[in-house]
């Protein structure tokens, strides 16, 4: 149990298009979904927490125009990046939790590799 | 404010050999503790937590970690390596908003 799914998982794009990036927890209801960015060899960093039905909140530094976070359902986020540049090339990451308020553990998914050319 | 330290940024050891991946956390309460792995391009799998109780705990593929008040410490260890093991690890902790603190993570490197 307690599966996260990423799609794609990897998508190459030229730049100035934008590209969408799905998370869902297929076996649970994710509460709330995180979305970090990894930069080669660095640890995660954190870009926004999106809680189902309510807008995402954004780290600070995090364009909010720029990676748009939807959280429609129980089940699925997405994130876009919107006219992507190189800089925006990266791995992103996706987890996701059941509840509000208390620390549930979070379950990650498999990561998204973005390289924009 | 609360962080996560891993202090080796890489550490080398021989298969078949112990390991002890280190990590310090500075907290006022209990923490939530959490090590986790990733191999080159592949997403986070939990190895172990520790949220209370027995302050050694057993994880998955053979790791234990260690709480340790006293040292602010708590040491991810494997009695023997296999080359498989080789991956980054990254020790993590939970904030007062129930959000993940990560470490820099510790790359392991197995030695034939």
């Known amino acids: 149990g307690a599966v996260v799914s990423q799609h794609p998982s990897w998508v190459i794009c030229k730049s100035g298009t934008s590209v969408k990036i799905e998370c869902r927890s297929l076996?649970?209801?994710?509460?709330?979904m995180f979305w970090y960015r990894q930069f080669p060899k660095q640890s995660l960093m954190l870009m926004a927490t999106?809680?189902?039905?309510?807008?995402?909140?954004?780290e600070q530094g995090v364009e909010k125009d720029k990676f748009l976070i939807n959280h429609a359902s129980l089940t699925l986020s997405t994130l876009t990046v919107t006219s992507a540049h190189p800089e925006d090339s990266s791995f992103y990451i996706c987890?996701?939790?059941?509840?509000?308020?208390?620390?549930?553990?979070?379950?990650f998914g498999p990561g998204t590799r973005l390289t924009v050319l | 404010a609360q962080s996560v330290t891993q202090p080796d940024i890489h550490i080398t050891v021989s298969e078949g050999a112990s390991l002890e991946l280190r990590c310090n956390y500075s907290?006022?309460?209990?923490?939530?503790l959490f090590w986790y792995v990733q191999s080159p391009g592949q997403g986070l799998q939990l190895l172990l937590k520790?949220?209370?109780?027995d302050t050694l705990v057993q994880g998955i593929k053979g790791f234990e970690a260690e709480f340790k008040r006293s040292q602010s410490s708590f040491n991810l260890r494997k009695p023997s390596v296999h080359w498989s093991d080789a991956a980054e690890y990254f020790c993590?902790?939970?904030?007062?908003?129930?959000?993940?603190?990560w470490g820099a993570g510790t790359k392991l490197i197995i030695k034939p």
């Open positions: 987890s996701a939790k059941e509840d509000h308020g208390s620390y549930n553990e979070q379950f």
């Open positions: 076996d649970f209801q994710a509460t709330t």
């Open positions: 999106s809680n189902e039905g309510s807008k995402a909140t954004y």
């Open positions: 907290y006022g309460a209990t923490p939530y």
């Open positions: 520790y949220f209370s109780g």
């Open positions: 993590a902790g939970v904030d007062s908003n129930y959000q993940l603190i």
